[in-house]
T-cell receptor
Framework: GAVVSQHPSRVICKSGTSVKIECRSL??????MFWYRQFPKKSLMLMAT?????????EQGVEKDKFLINHASLTLSTLTVTSAHPEDSSFYIC?????????FGPGTRLTVL | QKEVEQNSGPLSVPEGAIASLNCTYS??????FFWYRQYSGKSPELIMS????GDKEDGRFTAQLNKASQYVSLLIRDSQPSDSATYLC?????????FGSGTKLNVKP
């Protein structure tokens, strides 16, 4: 299967700071990527979808100015949580599609103090 | 109505038994179907994909698809405690994916 990396795996930050999460596909070039958020014991929640070369499409209720997504290339996407607050603490997971299948990164655990 | 429906469980089976996980979906035009396994605190990992009606076997796992009845299932033979996880059913439709909320499986030693 395809390999996706995510960095950092864990981050703890103070309220009001911005955090950048990187997601890379290591062995394929992806046409579409997704960012998800998952709260403890809850389902995956899709935040946004982006196709290379175009702006991300955000799901209803997700603030695009707070969660900045840059699909920089076919192998790299970044999510920046701006002015993070404790309620943004969650597990953030990226995924790329290849051959009509989604492959997930290992996730980033964000804790905002 | 949700696109993908799963029983949240937990489903408890004894070690060595067959675990049967089920999923129904609403979009008849769906083309591809997936089962993912998610351990607590980890991201989902792909177990199987299935595209046509019938059974697809991979080791201890068998995926079953019935497009007419709009359901897809996953059978796990000889269940092991290490199979204890949440299993997510997903369907894909032209680069749009829909996930079920997952079924929690507990395999008791």
């Amino acid at each position: 299967g395809a390999v996706v990396s995510q960095h950092p795996s864990r981050v703890i930050c103070k309220s009001g700071t911005s955090v950048k999460i990187e997601c890379r596909s290591l062995d394929f070039q992806a046409t579409t990527m997704f960012w998800y958020r998952q709260f403890p014991k809850k389902s995956l929640m899709l935040m946004a979808t982006s196709n290379e070369g175009s702006k991300a499409t955000y799901e209803q209720g997700v603030e695009k100015d707070k969660f900045l997504i840059n699909h920089a290339s076919l192998t790299l996407s970044t999510l920046t949580v701006t002015s993070a607050h404790p309620e943004d603490s969650s597990f953030y997971i990226c995924s790329f599609t290849w051959a009509d299948t989604q492959y997930f990164g290992p996730g980033t655990r964000l804790t905002v103090l | 109505q949700k696109e993908v429906e799963q029983n949240s469980g937990p489903l408890s089976v004894p070690e060595g038994a067959i675990a049967s996980l089920n999923c129904t979906y609403s979009d008849r035009g769906s083309q591809s179907f997936f089962w993912y396994r998610q351990y607590s605190g980890k991201s989902p990992e792909l177990i199987m994909s299935i595209y046509s009606n019938g059974d697809k076997e991979d080791g201890r796992f068998t995926a079953q698809l019935n497009k007419a009845s709009q359901y897809v299932s996953l059978l796990i033979r000889d269940s092991q405690p290490s199979d204890s996880a949440t299993y997510l059913c997903a369907l894909g439709n032209f680069n749009k994916f829909y996930f079920g909320s997952g079924t929690k499986l507990n395999v008791k030693p």
